[in-house]
């Protein structure tokens, strides 16, 4: 019976003896199949023993070192598409931080706007409620008084400058 190139399993780079093969099934220095699971986010990682200790190493990443050239020694790997299960060969590269970053901006997987930026001073229910109180004619020094952001910051807000 003739094996596919998708079968043959390769040596897994600084993780000596763990093979692993282009669908993203990994063995054990002593030829047994590990079992993937989730990370609590949401990434497919095997657990794996190195220096008599476990330790976690996401498939991924596993993948990229096995069979993905990394000449420019970039030290993360970008699913393309996003999915973080779709672990196919042609959807993973190696890419910087910075990258990995913009990439996930620009596809609208990272978002830190609204109530989703974490060093906001209000959330959406107050913005709410300053434009409703501007709406209704009150002051914006009266209203920055009650909230812990300046006038200039609740002048923007009822403008549309900030929180659109």
């Known amino acids: 019976m003739a094996v596919f ?15 692993i093969n282009k669908l993203g099934i990994c063995k054990s220095p002593n030829n047994k199949i590990l ?56 959807n993973l590269e190696w890419i910087s931080n910075v990258e990995n970053i913009r990439h996930a901006y620009a596809i609208g997987l990272a978002n830190n706007t609204g109530d989703n930026n974490n060093s906001k001073k209000v959330c959406f229910e ?7 109180r501007r709406l209704g004619g009150e002051s914006l020094k009266s209203i920055a008084q009650d909230y812990p952001i300046t006038l ?13």
């Open 152 to 164: 200039s910051a609740v002048c923007k807000i009822t403008t549309g400058i900030n929180w659109k």
């Open 126 to 132: 107050d913005v709410k409620n300053i434009k409703k």
């Open 5 to 19: 190139d998708c079968e043959e399993f390769v040596d897994i780079p600084n993780y000596k003896g763990y093979t």
């Open 35 to 90: 079992t993937s699971h989730f990370d609590t986010s949401g990434y497919l990682q095997h657990t794996i023993v190195l220096n008599n200790k476990k330790t976690s190493a996401k498939l991924h990443r596993l993948l990229a070192l096995a069979f993905i050239p990394n000449p420019n020694h970039l030290p993360q790997i970008n699913h393309i598409d996003g999915v973080k299960v779709n672990n196919s060969l042609n």
